[in-house]
């Protein structure tokens, strides 16, 4: 099997890495890639979201699947253009990416599947945005009913900067969802649709803020792991049954059947299991953790989900391990990053015993050297036989990584490493044993 990954950042790098790990798939190659993925095959400096140019690249190399990583090109229309090139594709539709395109959208299709989430409201002015704040009172989450790459949403308890928030979003020609708070953790599963059947792959939890503590600005995300330990027994199932899977029901009732990977935030909250936000593809950098634990071949099983087979797959195997992964973030981050500046040590840490680094914000300067080249630059993802030795091989080899300005944060799995997460809800009665 030949297949293209579509993208150019870490979760591109993790799925190529996994690709290039099945048996069945004799060639991998991406566009546009990032300096780690041209190390591994080859690439091709097309732009990602242009439906024609990659349907075209993917006629040009007679693939047998495209694989289409972030939002942006499935927000494009690119599966449309790959699938009508008669070229199977892991990525939703146009019409099915509003999922995460639109969080209006969203929370329709959330009302009409019955699918528990916060209770939201649209506001497209500075009247209707007061109205709505004052209807749930703080803490205030306005979210930009856009695009914005994870960083469009403000949880605050400060009216004001609510209220500043939803401006510059109706400054910028938008509208904004206000909704009620969440309280407890936060889970990010991840699941296979073919358009009918769904498949969960293992929960992980991701650190959206910059700063330890979950202190400071929204981020794409700082890092994450996976199992989680602390979850609940069961949650993965009730997820699948009250969430997914009408969901997936509800597109296909609409005509837009979602293919690829529905990407589900969850709040474990004192009131039950509540979707926070679906996105419409893999999360970064989730990915980078979940993929290293998974034994079953990758390429099979995206392979399945495109070709509406999925029923057929066989339970997914997974390592006993824990992945831990930990984003190297460029200076200034989650503002304009600082760029161009020197890599070194990535060789160091890779030869540490279960380490790897995946590629994010990196490319291959006019010498040849890895230079940073976004946000987030890299990430350092270890597997450990517990979460305390895999955040500890993660963490020697983030101290190996050198680049000017950049910055971590320290505690990724640190408070599951303590036993410090609790949950609140009525789901909390039983331990999960995996
Ligand atoms: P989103 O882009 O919708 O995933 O939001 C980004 C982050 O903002 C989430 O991961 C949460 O940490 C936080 N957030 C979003 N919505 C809520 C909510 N209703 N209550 C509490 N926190 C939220
Ligand atoms: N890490 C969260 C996301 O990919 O949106």
New binding site residues.
């Given amino acids: 099997m030949k297949v293209l990954v579509i993208g150019p950042g870490g979760r591109e790098h993790a799925i190529v890495r996994s690709l290039l790990a099945d048996p069945n798939v004799s060639e991998v190659h991406a566009a546009p890639g990032n300096a780690g993925i041209s190390t591994l095959v080859p690439t091709y400096a097309i732009d990602a979201n242009d439906p024609d140019a990659v349907a075209a690249l993917a006629t040009r190399l007679a693939v047998d699947l495209v694989v289409v990583g972030p939002e942006a090109p499935l927000a494009a229309g690119v599966s449309d253009a790959v699938r009508e090139a008669g070229i199977p594709v892991f990525g939703p539709s146009k019409a099915a990416a509003q999922l995460e395109a639109s969080?209006a959208f969203a929370k329709d299709i959330m009302a009409e599947a019955g699918v528990p989430t916060?209770m939201a409201r649209v506001a497209s002015n500075a009247e209707e945005a007061a109205d709505a704040l004052d209807t749930f009172g703080a803490?205030y989450?306005v979210?930009d009913d856009g695009l914005a790459a994870?960083k469009?949403?403000v949880?605050t308890n400060d009216r004001d900067e609510a209220l500043a928030h939803a401006q510059s979003c109706f400054d910028a020609g938008g509208s904004v969802v206000i909704?009620?708070?969440?309280d407890g953790p936060?889970v990010s599963l991840f699941v296979l649709c073919d358009g009918n059947t769904t498949v969960a792959l293992s929960p992980a939890q991701d650190f959206?803020r910059i700063f330890d503590n979950d202190e400071g600005p929204?981020t794409g995300g700082m890092g994450a792991y996976t199992p989680l330990e602390w979850a609940p027994e069961g949650l993965v199932d009730e997820v699948l049954e009250r969430v997914a899977q009408p969901t997936v029901s509800q597109m296909a009732h609409r005509g837009t059947p979602f293919v690829g990977v529905l990407f589900i935030?969850l709040?474990l909250t004192s009131r039950g299991t509540r979707v926070?936000?679906f996105n419409v593809r893999f999360g970064d950098p989730e990915t980078q953790a979940v993929l290293a634990r998974l034994k079953t071949p990758l390429g099979g099983l995206l392979m399945a989900a495109a070709k509406g087979e999925l029923a057929e797959a066989q339970p997914l195997r997974w390592s006993r391990d824990t992945a831990v992964a930990v984003v190297v973030a460029a200076e200034n981050y989650p503002g304009t990053p600082r760029t161009g500046d020197r890599i070194r040590g990535l060789k160091k840490a890779e030869a540490l015993e279960g380490v790897h680094v995946i590629h994010a914000g990196t490319r291959l300067d006019d010498d040849g050297k890895v230079v940073s080249a976004g946000g987030r630059v890299l990430a350092v993802v270890a597997l450990g036989t517990d979460l305390v030795e895999a955040r500890e091989r993660a963490y020697d080899g983030v101290e190996l990584i050198q680049l000017e300005g950049s910055q971590y944060r320290t505690d990724i799995g640190a408070k599951a490493a303590r036993g410090a997460i609790t949950v609140a809800g009525p789901a909390a009665a039983t331990k999960a044993k995996s």
Wanted: proline share 5%.
């Fill in positions: 969080k916060a803490p989450v979210k994870g469009g949403v949880v909704e009620e708070f969440l936060e959206k929204n935030g709040a926070i936000e």
